[in-house]
């Protein structure tokens, strides 16, 4: 099972930005889907945006023009960036990678390969 490790969450202002990271096996990041997913305490699981190996994208509706995953990208680090942050916004943040290669979009139960988690705090 690959090993996922992100980094870049933080508190932060509404309106104001941040970008998370996630180191993901070289294999896994060029073969895969890769997820990024949510979750507030007592809440489901929620997908934020996805990307497949070749490039396509997904995104919630939430997150639609303010939230977007790099294509362009030649190293393994999978990143989101986040622009115009709301209180909303704020949960922990995890990514993940899938052991299929299409319809990455489906749902967090394609996927089996989690971090451990990095927390965002947006204030108003």
């Known amino acids: 099972q690959a090993q996922l490790q992100e980094s870049g969450g933080g508190s932060v202002q509404a309106g104001g930005s941040l970008r998370l990271s996630c180191v993901v096996p070289r294999y896994t990041y060029s073969t895969f889907c890769l997820g990024w997913f949510r979750q507030v305490p007592g809440n489901e699981r929620e997908g934020v945006a996805t990307?497949?190996?070749?490039?396509?994208?997904t995104y919630a509706n939430s997150v639609k023009g303010r939230f977007t995953i790099p294509k362009e990208n030649t190293d393994n680090i999978l990143y989101l960036q986040m622009n115009s942050l709301q209180p909303e916004d704020t949960a922990m943040y995890y990514c993940a990678a899938a052991r299929q290669s299409v319809n990455c979009g489906e749902g967090w139960s394609i996927y089996n390969a989690w971090g451990q988690g990095t927390q965002v705090t947006v204030s108003s």
């Open positions: 990307i497949a190996p070749y490039g396509t994208t």
